[in-house]
C-alpha cells in the first residue's frame, strides 16, 4: 500500500499510462482510448468537490491550484 501512495504523490491529474495514450504514444483500441477520456472527464468532475474543500479548508492550497491551472500561457 506504501508503493501505491508514493505512486499517487507523484502523479497530477493523469497517469503515466493516461498521458502516453491521450499523446497518441500507446497502441491501444478507439474503444480503450474511448473508456480512458471517460475515466478523466469523471476525475476532472471530481475535482470541482476537492475545490469545494480546498475553499473551506486550506484556501493557500486553492491558490496554489489556480496558480497552476490558471497561468496564462
Known sequence: MA????DMAERGLLTDREREIVKGEADVSDDYRYRVASRIRNKIDRIDDDVTILEEHRAD???ELREVVCEDD
Open 3 to 6: 508503493k501505491q501512495d508514493a
Open 61 to 63: 492550497l486553492l491558490e
